[in-house]
Structure formats: C-alpha cells, structure tokens
C-alpha cells in the first residue's frame, strides 16, 4: 500500500514578496528558533536555502501550540501557512503558520551547532560532517562544486572530449612513485591508482582526445592544509597537441568554469562573500629558468635541476597572485612520460599551473617514440619488463599527444576561498582519518 507523503508546493527560496496572500506548504529542517514570548520564529531550511515561519501564538488554537513547543533544532517539519509581505524578515516576507507536523525528530542536544554561532574546529566538523553540511555557507561550497563539475564536463564536449573510465586497481605504479596504496587482490598484490596516465595515453590511439572525472589515491604521509590521501582529479589526453595546446585548453576551461559559476551561484558566492572574477587570458607563462632567477633576486638560491618546495612557492606567490603557468622544467624531476624537449633534452616539455603558491595542475607534452620511452623507464629505475603492456600500445600507432591532471579540490580552495582542502571535500581521508 503506498504511503501519504506529505508534499510540499514550494521550496523556501520561492517563498518571495510577489506570493503575498497566497498559501503555501513547506518541508524542511528547523534550522533555528527564535521565542520572543507572544510570537515565535521558526526558520526552516531546505534544498534551496531558509526562508521564515511565524508563529503567532495568539491566533492559535492549544493543541498546536503544545506541538510548536516540543519542536527544536533539525527536526523535519511540514508547515502550512499564509504568505505575508514582511520587510523585517529574511527576504521580505514571511510564512505565518497555520498548521506543523513534525515528521522526524532530531536528538537533543545535538553534538554541533549546524547555525554556527558556536564555533567549532576543522577536526569537530568532519567529526560531525553531515550536521556541518547542514550550515548554509558549508552547503554552499558544495553546490558550488557541482556547477564546476557540471561545467567542466559541458567545456569538454564542447571541444571534442569523450568521456572515459580508467581502472582503480592496477598493478604498476603508473607516476613511479612510491606513495601507493597496497591491496590484496585475490592471491595477488596490486595498488591504488594515482592517476589514469597510462591508460589516457593509450586511449588517444583511440578516441584521440579523452577527459575523465574521478577519484585517485596517494599514500601521502604529509599532513598539511593542501594534501589528502583520496583526491578527485579531472583529467585530460589529447593526440596532436603539445603541450602548449594543452595548456589553452587548461586556461579556457578555467574561464568557463568561472563563467558558469558566476551565473549559476550567486546566491552561494554571496553568502560566502566571494567576489569573483573571471580571469584574463591568456594566462601568464614563465619557464623554471626564470623564477630560479626570480628566487635568487629575492635571497632565495635553488640548485638547478631541484624542484620547488613551500617555501620557494610562497615567494614566487606574492609576486603572482593569480593564475599562471610555469613550464619547461628539468627532465630529471618529471616522471617518465614527459618528452624531453628535442634541443635541450635537459629540459622538458612540460607544465604546471599555478595559482598564487598553489601547484593546481600538471602536464605536458608525452613521450610518444617508445625507445625513448623504455630509455626515460632505464634513466628512473624503473622495471620495462612491468610497463610491457603499456609499451606494447607504441607498437600500434602512438601519436604525438599531450595532456594534464587538475585536482578539483584545490581549484575549489580557490573559487572559494579556502585554505585547508578538507573543507572542499565531503567526508576526506588521509593519515589521521578514515572516518566519518
């Protein structure tokens, strides 16, 4: 027998000023009560945001008044009411209250202040993460998030992009590191992948260009504002690119994404007090020569050949405060697949996009000549005889291509302003935490 649902006519963020005198049925959590003796304010929050219910307990028979004051926080509730025109209240209007069931009960008192008046740590939040979500500018994040990912999936169609599913589980280490997560699979050892390089790459001999949304796993042991153990990384391969046809096709993505949530999220940016501007291409390109000279100009000395760490980052980020690119680093300190620059085979053709001192993305044009390939395999210790499928697809056909990875939740900490990458992930794991 099929249930009587209750059934709402509006969301709270369509109750507006042009629905006065109109009544309306609502279904949502009690975010918030306030009592001021003869008259009572529920705020009741849902989906689309929070919109006021007034009880005016005067106008009310006993019974019902017996029910509003047993309600409290993050109760689920259905109201019916009148729509009022109120210019006090939270978008000028108000519900005033005509009938309340309380259809789910909450505990009392809750663990977490989900209005956040009451200030909590990183560490409690994710503690009680769905009562944090429940904070509007929390939840704002996240519905900002599904606009970036929603946009950038509509950018890659848009330019010839099919979407592919690369494997989790895999038996080599696909970047030569060692930060992979071991699992047992069935009588056999195999690890976590880090990334789809190898299996993007191969793809290009088929669909010739790819992205893929998902994912990916590093074992990392640093536990800083920026890194986690499980990431999601949005990834592209393309045949008959190099790399500075990747790196327009990065900065134009970027822009788009901007672009969309600047029409679609408003309300969430406002309520996060992000002004946000679209960024100006195209973006600016340096190469690693130039900010070791940059580094040394400021009293910072880098060996050549080293790789950037925090501290050379964080200089280099006050001078560049937005967007920009730096390319051309030495080919020993990237992974085996980028392609050694053909003049200079000291240095590499490769990319990664900066934001600030952020490192948001990484790529560059790929080895495609498979001699050169197992030689770069030789020259970084690792095992040819483990890479012989991947090698094999050289035999086949292997175009030029080039391609990159971004990891979304760093783009995140940028769009909305946030310097700890947990706050940009629903439920993050790393060193410390493997729960909720």
Not at 70 to 89: H, M, T
Not at 394 to 406: N, R, S, T, V
Request: proline content about 5%; some cysteine; hydrophobic content about 40%.
């Amino acid at each position: 027998m099929r249930r009587n649902l209750p059934s709402r006519s509006h969301y709270a963020a369509e109750v507006k000023p042009e629905l006065d005198g109109s009544r309306v049925s609502l279904i949502g959590w009690v975010h918030e009560i306030r009592d001021l003796g003869g008259i009572k304010f529920i705020l009741l929050r849902d989906v689309s945001g929070i919109c006021q219910v007034t009880v005016r307990k005067e106008n009310l028979p006993q019974q019902l008044l017996e029910k509003i004051e047993d309600i409290g926080s993050e109760d689920v509730v259905y109201v019916e009411g009148l729509v009022k025109n109120q210019p006090k209240a939270r978008l000028g209007v108000e519900v005033i209250l005509e009938k309340i069931d309380i259809l789910s009960r909450a505990s009392r008192p809750l663990p977490y202040d989900v209005t956040g008046k009451v200030s909590a740590g990183i560490d409690t939040r994710l503690d009680h993460r769905i009562l944090d979500l429940r904070n509007p500018e929390n939840n704002a994040i996240f519905k900002i998030a599904d606009t970036v990912l929603a946009a950038a999936r509509e950018f890659f169609r848009m330019n010839n992009f099919i979407e592919v599913r690369t494997p989790r589980i895999i038996v080599t280490a696909t970047e030569g590191g060692a930060a992979l997560f071991e699992v047992k699979y069935f009588d056999s050892k195999a690890y976590l992948a880090q990334s789809p390089q190898l299996y993007k790459e191969e793809l290009v001999t088929v669909f010739e260009r790819v992205f893929e949304i998902g994912p990916f796993f590093r074992a990392e042991e640093s536990h800083t504002r920026r890194h986690v153990s499980e990431f999601t990384s949005i990834d592209i391969e393309a045949a008959f690119l190099d790399l500075y046809g990747v790196m327009e096709i990065l900065e134009r993505l970027i822009v788009h994404i901007y672009k969309r949530v600047i029409e679609e999220r408003s309300k969430e940016l406002e309520l996060l007090s992000i002004d946000l501007k679209v960024p100006e291409l195209p973006f600016p390109r340096y190469t690693y020569d130039d900010m070791l000279k940059e580094l040394k100009d400021s009293g910072m000395e880098l060996e050549w050949g080293e790789d950037f760490g925090t501290e050379h980052l964080r200089i280099l980020g006050e001078k560049h405060k937005g967007y920009y690119f730096i390319t051309h680093f030495p080919t020993k300190s990237k992974p085996f697949y980028i392609q050694p620059c053909e003049d200079n085979p000291e240095l590499s053709e490769s990319f990664d996009l900066m934001y600030s001192w952020i490192e948001l993305a990484s790529g560059g044009t790929r080895i495609s000549d498979r001699k050169l390939l197992e030689k770069r395999l030789i020259e970084q210790g690792l095992n040819v005889k483990a890479f012989e499928y991947h090698l094999k697809v050289y035999d086949y056909g292997m175009p030029i291509h080039a391609g990159w990875g971004l990891g979304l939740e760093r783009l995140l900490m940028v769009l909305v302003n946030k310097n700890n990458i947990r706050e940009v992930i629903l439920f993050p794991r790393d060193k410390f935490r493997l729960t909720p």
